[in-house]
């Protein structure tokens, strides 16, 4: 396992770019949008004011992040084109996303299969709907509905559902697009150019000392796991027998060692 430094305090919500490998996530203190390439290290951060907090990347590779009212913006769903550089930004109708991070997934994010943005808005019991081409958000609520978090998206045109969880409600909601009546409002979304600040992520290699297999019953796993946090030299690596079967490497403890 490798850890990155990238000089992120309040990191949330990573998304991977499974075209070229980049990572990215949110930070919101301050509020920023980060770029990890694992490949060279480097770093990018764009700066956004407002908080991003959760993420989902388009077929572009376009971050969306729902972004929490700071540094003189309100709430907002943000999207960054890490080419140009360029930030747009979507003035939420209502507000509603939660204004800290918390636990749980708070001021959720995703994309359906029609490219329209999902993102529950947890301070005001709301589910939103961004459609970024004609600049409409929908936005669905009910009596009862309480600090909703997570969501997801499928189907598409007539069969296109959202599932939600409310946090504070203990339940799961199913929402059908076709069958529902939402607030409909149309913004005017705003751009600007932010030069992101680069830089270079350190890093530790957190491996197991070479040279040595055992069995799991011996009480040098239990000593391992209660150590295996800490820095090691990248080039080590260990083996560990299946306790069954010696023979057969245990695919839990592989994932635990480097270069087997």
Do not use: C
């Amino acid at each position: 396992m490798r850890r990155y430094d990238v000089g992120a305090f309040s990191a949330t919500g990573i998304r991977v770019n499974q075209s070229n490998g980049k990572a990215y996530f949110g930070n919101t203190s301050p509020g920023q949008l980060i770029e990890l390439d694992p490949t060279t290290n480097a770093v990018k951060k764009w700066s956004t004011g407002n908080n991003p907090h959760f993420l989902v990347l388009d077929a572009l590779g376009r971050i969306y992040a729902t972004a929490f009212t700071g540094g003189g913006f309100p709430d907002q769903i943000i999207r960054l084109d890490p080419t140009t550089n360029v930030i747009t930004r979507w003035t939420i109708p209502s507000g509603g996303l939660q204004s800290f991070v918390g636990f749980g997934t708070p001021n959720f994010i995703t994309q359906d299969l029609e490219g329209q943005i999902w993102f529950s808005e947890t301070a005001s019991n709301e589910y939103g709907r961004l459609n970024p081409v004609t600049n409409v958000f929908e936005e669905f609520t009910k009596p009862g509905i309480s600090t909703p978090h997570g969501i997801g998206a499928s189907g598409a045109g007539p069969t296109l559902q959202m599932f939600g969880q409310e946090a504070g409600g203990n339940t799961t909601d199913i929402l059908t697009r076709a069958a529902a009546t939402p607030a409909t409002t149309a913004v005017v979304p705003s751009t600007s150019v932010v030069t992101p600040a680069p830089s270079t992520a350190t890093f530790v290699d957190f491996v197991s000392p070479p040279g040595e297999v055992h069995h799991p019953d011996d009480g040098y796993l239990d000593e391992q796991r209660s150590q295996r946090h800490r820095p090691l030299p990248a080039a080590a690596g260990r083996v560990y027998a299946d306790e069954l079967d010696p023979g057969r490497l245990s695919q839990h403890h592989l994932r635990l060692g480097r270069g087997v």
